[in-house]
């Protein structure tokens, strides 16, 4: 069925601090229901950053607590009244919001009028996302909430049709995430998470060490030293395990000739991406694949 009670969402955000002790808690009325997007139904998901996402349509009672979230959670809200309370405290969250928790924050969300509607996306930890996350949880005001909420219903039509309908609806999807991400960005500048996630975004590129070390402004030998520091790997091995990393989300979700996957992940060709991937895997990217079918 697409159209379930819901099982899952991670929600939100601040106002002052407070003791409060935390639990993996769900309650969730009998009203309550959710159209789920996930990778299964749309392999094009994890290809523009989004780990999950889904459609809530919520009716009292519905109480959820989560600890040590592993994602970070965007909620855009277009009907009723939510509550978040975190180790910040309690904060509203209304119509025409986007709410932002950071992967790792402990929250308690519950509805908080007769009715709430609105969207949920769960992103992962990429150094992209990671770039634009803010410190703590936050709801902001956003005129996109229910552009949103529409788009993910466009997506969920979308699902048995072909795959270029699919990608166009999540290229937009991702154009409105990091709009309003960037919107309120932390203003003081890590150059080095930027410019892997630089990297991140367009892994197809020849990246070397001195075209990271160019945007940054540091020498290599700098940049080497900063990595080792902060990372506890090379430059070189960063980039490499960015593209093993995309190269396994791709494998595991979409049914894409490796050709492809090689000339998308920056590879020369599709020999170079095998001999590289089985051996920081430990198997070939066909053996990969095959435990995820």
Not at 95 to 120: G, K, N, Y
Not at 127 to 154: C, D, K
Not at 157 to 173: I, K, N, P, V, Y
Request: a neutral charge.
């Amino acid at each position: 069925m697409r159209r379930t009670m819901i099982g899952m969402l991670i929600p939100i955000i601040l106002c002052s601090p407070m003791s409060f002790k935390f639990t993996n808690r769900l309650e969730i009325g009998k009203d309550c229901f959710e159209i789920f997007l996930t990778s299964d139904a749309f392999p094009e998901m994890p290809v523009y950053g989004v780990h999950m996402a889904g459609i809530a349509h919520l009716k009292p009672p519905y109480v959820v607590e989560r600890v040590d979230p592993t994602v970070h959670t965007l909620l855009f809200s277009s009907k009723g009244l939510g509550k978040l309370t975190t180790a910040a405290g309690v904060s509203m969250i209304t119509p025409e919001t986007m709410t932002v928790v950071p992967a790792h924050t402990d929250v308690r969300f519950e509805i908080d009028s007769d009715q709430w509607d609105m969207c949920w996306i769960l992103l992962p930890t990429s150094l992209h996302w990671n770039a634009l996350m803010p410190r703590i949880g936050e709801v902001r005001a956003t005129s996109q909430a229910m552009n949103i909420f529409y788009l993910s219903h466009v997506i969920d039509q979308e699902r048995h049709l072909e795959r270029d309908f699919r990608e166009h609806s999540f290229a937009q999807l991702a154009r409105y995430i990091e709009f309003n991400l960037r919107e309120k960005a932390p203003k003081q500048e890590d150059r080095l998470t930027a410019a892997f996630a630089q990297v991140e975004q367009s892994l197809h590129k020849g990246w070397t060490v001195a075209d990271v070390a160019s945007l940054t402004y540091y020498s290599e030998p700098h940049l080497y030293r900063l990595c080792k520091e902060r990372f506890g790997k090379s430059p070189k091995q960063i980039i490499r395990d960015l593209r093993i990393d995309r190269a396994k989300q791709l494998l595991e979700h979409t049914d894409w000739p490796l050709a492809e996957l090689a000339g998308r992940l920056g590879f020369s060709d599709q020999f170079n991406f095998s001999n590289r991937f089985k051996k920081q895997v430990g198997i070939s990217p066909v053996a990969y694949r095959q435990q995820f079918l």
